[in-house]
């Protein structure tokens, strides 16, 4: 470094330097009185080594505040000149965001054709929001568009909107169906507000709307998303929350949607709504002094809910005379309860619940004259229904301990928690109530008139009853033994969690009055490694020879019950020091975060949302899996469905990587959808293949491309198969 105090001019050799996430190296660079640099064999590139991999070798230039200008300049890789090149350059340098053309990738689809993907352009709109727009187009005749956009205020609020639109040729050519392209469409916008923007208000948005066969006809949008491929459903939700009168009360409302894909079905929430008041003991006083009394302890709440909803057909929403499917009712609940402890062992819990439903829309039913044919009306008006019930509760631990004075097992403790709950409901189906009528329907015998159905109607038939629930734990003790420091080091381990079985037994009812016993638990195996849940249901009572449900109990045939429901579930991987190294990196994120340019900042976020979307050369291998297993049988007839998926990825070398992620379908006796990824650690470049080898979605691409520099210190690799906003 060379600075003359006459002239005011500097002279530096051998310059590096970072600029908005790239790296500009010079030989020689001068700088003047007017905060001008010169800069002599220069070389730009996003590879962060002292000798980059890459970059635009720059003969000559000159650097001011708003621009640079450079001499002829040409693209240069591992040392190998490329003959493109440029004789002059001129850059502005504006203090805003700018845009640039976004680059396609090819490949093929085995349906589609041959496709040229997310060709499209980058707006830098401002310091608040930008946006992309990218199409795709397939040798086939099918065509995609889709426009991302972000937005983000700090300290105020952030979020993103995706608008996504289809026209997919599917099937042979020359048939009616590829004639007639289907048109598809989807909508994502995520919001969220800081808490520190308004205290006590919240507003956030989860939106993903659009034709339930999008995801299908498109391949979730070329990504061949699995997740995506295989949902069933879609949902949104836009929500709005205040807390007043010093915490008292807490008021939310939300529009919400929920779309069933395999069904055709929708279901639309416009709005719904709930004020919430926090529980307080109406006898207590303020200045009360020592414990409280019982009285004292009573507690009182209040809630309220209301909603106005429709439930239909996609293909008949937007029909003439939709409006008047919508039900609209609001829910009252004010609940009372008091909780003592009796005999220091015993925790007693007695309550009182109070429920008023109001509704704009009754149901009626009534038998066509001639047919008999059952009709139900919706008569619109103002209509009130209430109900009430009365619970009493006794809860205890119970505690049992077996000691072993040989082996690896100290003990084994088991810790019981049974519960007896009574519970009382008047029969609100009966005439005096007036909430229900009988209809006879011919032959086909009595139909219900039904107050409002967005809460349901009070409850039908007494109910006086009595409630059991048992809850069990049990673990073992290991002998403790001693580390290198003579310190004594015991390890629990658990064998049975939260086991537990209940049912209930109504007094009130003439037959079957003992219910179905269910029961679920979970546990761990090898080290907490392969964790398992299951529940399943028990029916006490026979089945006839004809499936039908008899009153006596199956004990008295020698069966203590009928197993009518078993399910069962597990996912394990065989590499937790993969589970490891990704929360290492995720706090890695939040040290880097302090420090770095806006576009590292806007990367390491895109990390910490989504550790999943990026593949880590660190972790040498990783196997993972999960199974679901399905047993039903209500009658003679029974069920089984079980499901398999395998997931993981392996390190061939330490710069070459392969994923893959399939499953087995037990019912069709097939592998699921498989796709087999391989990653290529370049440094400064990405280089992925992807392959999709069975299925409707068969296909395969090739990605090459710079990868941005904060990822290289984190050793990452952009996943090209899940969905990138930018």
């Known amino acids: 470094l060379l600075f003359n105090y006459k002239t005011k001019k500097g002279k530096s050799y051998g310059v590096f330097t970072d600029v908005e996430g790239g790296y500009l190296q010079a030989r020689q660079f001068k700088k003047n009185e007017y905060d001008e640099g010169f800069f002599r064999n220069g070389i730009y590139s996003t590879c962060n080594l002292p000798h980059p991999h890459f970059g635009i070798h720059i003969t000559r230039g000159i650097v001011t505040k708003k621009q640079i200008v450079t001499g002829p300049a040409y693209l240069e890789i591992e040392d190998v000149p490329i003959p493109l090149g440029i004789p002059f350059g001129f850059f502005p340098k504006p203090n805003k965001r700018s845009g640039g053309v976004l680059f396609p990738t090819f490949g093929e689809d085995a349906q589609r054709g041959f496709y040229m993907r997310d060709l499209g352009y980058y707006f830098g709109i401002s310091d608040y929001w930008d946006m992309a727009v990218r199409g795709t187009l397939y040798s086939k005749g099918s065509y995609e568009g889709n426009t991302q956009a972000r937005y983000r205020k700090n300290y105020k609020y952030d979020g993103s909107l995706s608008l996504r639109y289809a026209s997919s040729k599917l099937g042979i050519e020359g048939t009616e169906q590829f004639k007639h392209p289907t048109k598809d469409f989807n909508i994502v916008w995520n919001h969220s507000q800081r808490p520190e923007a308004n205290p006590g208000t919240t507003f956030s948005a989860s939106v993903n709307a659009g034709t339930g066969s ?361 590499n937790s020091t993969a589970v490891k190294r990704r929360n290492d990196n995720l706090n890695q994120i939040g040290q880097n975060m302090q420090g770095a340019t806006p576009e590292q900042a806007q990367e390491l976020a895109r990390i910490s949302s989504d550790p999943n979307a990026f593949v880590d050369f660190n972790v040498p291998w990783n196997i993972s899996a999960s199974y679901s297993f399905q047993y039903s049988k209500f009658a003679l007839k029974s069920s089984i469905t079980n499901t398999l998926n395998f997931y993981g990825d392996l390190n061939v070398t330490p710069k070459w990587k392969v994923q893959y992620n399939s499953g087995y379908d037990f019912q069709a006796n097939k592998l699921s959808l498989t796709q087999i990824s391989i990653y290529r650690d370049l440094h400064c470049w990405d280089m992925a293949f992807r392959w999709v080898p069975i299925g409707q979605y068969r296909s395969y691409s090739v990605d090459l491309k710079v990868k941005a520099s904060i990822l290289q210190d984190l050793k990452l690799s952009r996943r090209r198969d899940y969905f990138n906003n930018f």
């Open 214 to 574: 999008y995801f299908q006809n498109t391949a979730a949008g070329g990504t061949y998303n699995f997740d995506q491929l295989t949902r069933n459903s879609l949902s949104s939700n836009i929500s709005y929350g205040k807390v007043f009168a010093n915490g008292l009360f807490n008021f939310t409302s939300s529009l919400s949607h929920r779309q069933d894909l395999q069904l055709g079905t929708i279901f639309l929430e416009l709005p719904s709504y709930s004020l919430n008041m926090t529980t307080i003991n109406p006898f207590d006083s303020k200045n009360r002094v020592g414990e409280q009394k019982w009285f004292q302890k009573i507690t009182m709440g209040y809630s309220m809910q209301g909603s106005n909803s429709i439930d239909t057909k996609e293909e008949l929403l937007f029909k003439p005379g939709a409006l008047q499917k919508f039900r609209t009712g609001i829910q009252h609940n004010i609940p009372v309860n008091l909780s003592l402890n009796l005999l220091k062992y015993f925790q007693f819990n007695s309550g009182v619940q109070y429920n008023e439903r109001w509704y704009l829309q009754t149901i009626r039913k009534r038998s066509f004259p001639l047919s008999g044919i059952p009709v139900i009306d919706t008569v619109p008006g103002f209509s009130r229904a209430y109900d009430y019930s009365l619970n009493t509760g006794l809860s205890t631990k119970l505690y049992g301990t077996k000691n072993f004075k040989k082996g690896k097992i100290m003990a084994i403790r088991h810790v019981m928690t049974p519960s007896i709950s009574f519970n009382y409901r008047p029969d609100f189906g009966s005439d005096r109530f007036g909430y229900y009528r009988d209809v006879v329907l011919n032959t086909q015998g009595d139909g219900d008139f039904e107050k409002g159905a967005v809460f349901g109607g009070p409850g039908i038939g007494k109910s006086a009853g009595i409630g059991f629930n048992f809850d069990n734990n049990i673990e073992a003790k290991k002998r403790a033994v001693k580390d290198t420091v003579q310190t004594a080091i015991s390890d629990k381990i658990p064998i049975l969690q939260n086991l537990t079985f209940n049912g209930n037994y109504n007094f009130a009812v003439d037959s079957f009055r003992l219910s179905t016993i269910g029961f679920s638990g979970r546990t761990a195996l090898f080290k907490q490694k392969l964790g398992i849940n299951f529940s399943g249901s028990l029916d006490p009572y026979q089945l006839s020879a004809t499936g039908q449900r008899l009153k006596s109990f199956a004990i008295s045939s020698g069966k203590i019950a009928r197993l009518t429901q078993f399910g069962l579930s597990t996912e394990f991987s065989f």
